[in-house]
């Protein structure tokens, strides 16, 4: 029973943090239809930035959280500007060749300023510690974190299903040039969505560096899993997003726990079994081509 | 009594409770110059998609010189002689206007497998391509990338890899769709200079190439055959002047028919 | 007409860099890794991350031909890059029947478990330890294969050009032809009665080959094969190259292997990380610029000299 709680109690945890990362990809790649493989960078940076203001400033955790988001949903507006927007359009190889480059640029500056280690973290006093749940211990932090992931996931929910906005960006991953046509402004909504992923990941990054540790490497150790998540979502399916990252969350840890020398595996076979079998993803969205 | 080269009986196609083709017959002798015309939304293209294997009929058959397709894929019907072209262009826009007609002859003579001699001493296939090449009036093309080429010779590359594969029936799906109006000449002599041997099934909406091909049409209109006749019996035909929105149709045939 | 320059600079450099050898060596390996990529990609149009995955076997298979036993280093390569086919043989009809990103995902995905696979598998692999110690006989029973690693070289650098060759024909053949025809339309290509997916995995095999060639010469001159065959990294480092060098026509791989590990090994006397920011800037600009990479350029250039009537 306590193996159980564990491997949920683990499981979601992780799996939320990831949800957050890859939300964002899920949508940019529904709707701009690119291949970015540098999405991971923005969780990077997002992580390096709220650690660095609370260890070096002293900025309390959550203000530096907040200002890592602000920080990189404009850094992420810049680079749409500049370099994502060639990238609409182009042939696939070309976007998973320059978001490699981007990738090598920012693991190179992480290096250079934050050193080629771990970086380490000291958790604020009121997040350390662990709680007992009766059948087992849980860390604070990881209740916090689940906390906030589902009350940013659900105002994403919200936000995406209830209001106009979300519409407009349903309408335009369902159909680009139809939402287009009736009016919708297309370009802003991209730069917008961009904004908002890379900033959501920032977040992932901030709050989910105890669990996934800050390295340099960092854009490409959670390269794999975050596309994992979004091939199994399928491109634009971002209601299948919360789900398929808790479950990537769970058999991740499942596998790690019950099968030690295997378990890192287990997600990756079952990734090529699924995407051969149902390549559209676990739930078949509708793309329109 | 020879087997006609396509003959197609009672084709009927629901997408739904939407019936888009009903009943639809039609018989192409060796050598026919037939055209299909309706106005949009007539059923023309899922008949082409039918006829050529992309989509199942419901009820009907399709034979090629007495061969029934109907468990046939697209495939297989290319094989068996039945080639289609493609109202986009689905051409090979990277490799040259040479290179792309050579695929297809390559195809046909079953030598794309042949990992070891240089294409280039393939004396017979590369004869081959050149021959439909200049058939077609791309000699100076010929080496020039398709993306770089315009699109009415783009077009005719679309049906110099159909007859690389040597047809025997030819379904020409609106071959001048797109073309600017000052490019249709080339096209209207390549069409000219198709082998005779060839069935031709030609869909078009321009009136001026169906009446200097063909020797009979077909007017499709809402799934239903109309009437089949010589071009100038049904340019003439009162019902199909209607049917093709009323004054728009009227003045649409009555230029063509003025050229007689 | 400048393709011999190539070849004659990479034989000048045996006489006239008689001390970096190692590394010169490292580079031909390399431009024949990123050769097979080019094979795949630039022709058959297959996006894969997944090169290394050959690479691997076929360093781990020469380590354990030399090890169990074989000591003769061409045949062992040989049968190193057989290993690598057969494993393609039998991955490609099921994997190649995608695309786009799945087809990345499968492919990174199938990386991954052989770099697992190589890292729990201790007692066959060594692993983070590797395979040392491997022994191999004089080169054709008479060149020893010395410290200064000109055997090594010359070795490697005649294994690439006998490789390059046979490319170049097969790429040249209908066959090579067809291989084109269904990068740039697939469909297409079927609706004429191409065998597609067969003929996707026969290009899938021969690159698999090569990578596996390479990987097998990799553990032979260095004596030494560890879990870096199989890692993400060198799986991107192949790609990276190519594509620096430029896609499709065969000498990407060979133009963008030196131009990357120089890169790489000049700007690490600086500073280890800097050849991070080059590369991935280097990339970037490629990319913007157009995908003939560096060949590209050159080619624009020489296409803007007046032409002699």
């Known amino acids: ?128 510690g662990s709680v007992d749940l009766g059948f087992r211990t849980f860390e604070v932090y990881r209740i916090v974190t689940m906390a906030v992931c589902l009350v940013v996931i659900g105002l994403l929910w919200v936000a995406f299903d209830r209001t106009n906005l979300g519409a407009r960006l349903r309408a335009a991953v369902d159909n680009r040039g139809m939402a287009q046509a009736t009016g919708i402004n297309v370009p802003r909504l991209f730069s917008l969505t961009f904004a908002t992923g890379g900033g959501l990941a920032a977040l992932g990054g901030a709050i989910g560096a105890p669990m996934l540790p800050l390295e340099p490497t960092y854009p490409f150790k959670y390269l794999v899993l975050v596309l994992v998540v979004v091939a199994l979502s399928g491109f634009g399916n971002v209601r299948a997003v919360v789900g398929v990252s808790i479950f990537v969350g769970i058999v991740d840890t499942a596998g790690r726990f019950f099968l030690p020398d295997l378990g890192a595996f287990i997600i990756y076979v079952l990734l090529i079994v699924l995407m051969i079998w149902r390549r559209q993803g676990l739930f078949a969205a509708r793309v329109a081509t | 009594m020879s087997a006609p080269a396509l003959e197609a009986k009672g084709l009927t196609k629901r997408f739904g409770g939407l019936v888009v083709n009903r009943d639809i017959s039609l018989v192409l002798a060796p050598g026919a110059r037939h055209a299909l015309i309706g106005p949009n939304g007539a059923g023309k293209t899922t008949l082409v998609g039918i006829l050529s294997g992309a989509i199942r009929h419901d009820a009907g058959s399709i034979a090629i010189f007495g061969h029934d397709l109907t468990k046939d894929g697209p495939a297989q019907r290319t094989k068996r002689g039945l080639v289609r ?32 001699r240089p294409a280039g001493k393939r004396r017979a296939l590369i004869e081959r391509a050149n021959a439909v090449v200049d058939q077609l009036g791309l000699g100076p093309d010929r080496h020039r990338r398709v ?7 783009q077009r005719l590359v679309e049906i110099g890899i159909a007859l690389a594969l040597e047809p025997k029936v030819l379904l020409l799906d609106e071959p001048a769709a797109g073309i600017p109006a000052g490019e249709v000449g080339i096209l209207l002599r390549a069409i000219e200079n198709l082998p005779p041997d060839i069935a031709i099934l030609l869909i078009e909406h321009d009136m001026q190439i169906v009446r200097l091909f063909a020797s009979e049409v077909t007017v499709l209109v809402q799934g239903e055959i109309l009437m089949t006749g010589t071009p100038s019996q049904v340019m ?25 | 007409m400048l393709e011999p320059v190539w070849w004659i600079l990479a034989v000048l450099v045996y006489f006239i860099f008689p001390k970096h050898l190692a590394i010169a060596s490292s580079i031909l390996i390399m431009a024949m890794f990123a050769m097979s990529f080019d094979v795949v990609l630039g022709f058959a149009g297959i996006l894969t991350l997944g090169n290394a995955v050959f690479f691997g076997v076929g360093a781990y298979a020469a380590a354990w031909i030399a090890i169990g036993g074989w000591h003769e280093a061409i045949t062992g390569a040989f049968a190193a890059g057989v290993g690598s086919a057969l494993l393609a043989g039998a991955l490609g009809p099921f994997v190649l029947r995608l695309t786009g990103l799945p087809l990345i995902m499968v492919t990174l ?14 007692w066959l692999t060594g692993g983070d330890d590797g395979l040392s110690n491997i022994p191999l006989a004089p080169l054709l029973g008479w060149f020893r294969w010395s410290l200064s690693g000109g055997t090594a070289y010359l070795y490697a650098l005649c294994w690439l050009g006998v490789l390059f060759l046979l490319s170049r024909r097969i790429m040249a053949s209908p066959f090579g032809v067809a291989l084109q025809g269904i990068r ?42 560890g879990l870096g065959v199989f890692s993400l990294d060198t799986a991107l480092d192949g790609l990276v190259m190519l594509a620096l060098g430029g896609i499709g026509g065969l000498y990407g791989g060979l133009i963008g292997a030196p131009v990357y590990m120089l890169v790489k090994h000049f700007s690490q006397e600086w500073n280890p990380y800097y050849w991070m920011f080059l590369i991935g800037g280097l990339l970037i600009v490629v990319v913007r610029v157009g995908r003939g990479g560096i060949m590209g350029i050159f080619r624009r250039l020489l296409s803007r000299r007046p032409v002699a009537s």
Not at chain 1, 2 to 28: E, K, N, Q, R
Not at chain 1, 38 to 49: D, K, L, Q, S
Not at chain 3, 193 to 221: C, D, K, M
Request: charged share 10%.
């Open chain 1, 1 to 128: 029973m306590s193996v159980v709680a564990f491997i949920l109690l683990y499981g979601v945890s992780y799996g939320l943090v990831l949800c957050l990362i890859s939300v964002g990809l899920v949508v940019t790649m529904g709707l701009m239809r690119v291949i970015n493989l540098a999405h991971g960078a923005f969780a990077a940076i997002g992580g390096y930035i709220a650690i660095g203001l609370m260890t070096h400033v002293g900025l309390p955790f959550a203000a530096a959280v907040v200002a890592a988001v602000a920080f990189v949903a404009v850094l992420s507006l810049a680079s749409e500007k500049v370099l994502f927007v060639h990238l609409y359009g182009a042939p696939e190889l070309d976007q998973v060749l320059m978001t490699i480059g981007v990738n090598f640029v920012v693991v190179a500056a992480l290096t250079l300023c934050f050193g080629p280690d771990v970086y380490p973290i000291r958790l604020p006093p009121w997040l350390s």
């Open chain 2, 85 to 116: 072209t493609f109202q986009v262009s689905s051409l090979f826009v990277q490799l040259s206007v040479l290179e792309n007609i050579f695929l297809a002859v390559s195809e046909h003579a079953g030598a794309s497998g042949d990992l070891w």
């Open chain 2, 147 to 153: 993306a770089e080429i315009a699109y009415g010779r």
């Open chain 2, 236 to 260: 003439a035909s009162a019902e199909v002047q209607s049917v093709y929105l009323g004054n728009t149709g009227t003045a649409r045939f009555g230029s063509a028919s003025n050229h007689a």
């Open chain 3, 109 to 122: 995905g199938i990386g991954v478990i052989f770099y697992e696979a190589a890292n729990k598998t201790a």
């Open chain 3, 184 to 225: 740039e339309n697939a469909d297409r290509m079927r609706l004429i009665g191409t065998p597609v997916l067969r003929y996707l995995v026969v290009s899938y095999v021969i690159s698999a080959f090569i990578a596996g060639a390479a990987g097998a010469l990799w553990t032979q001159t260095n004596a030494f094969v």
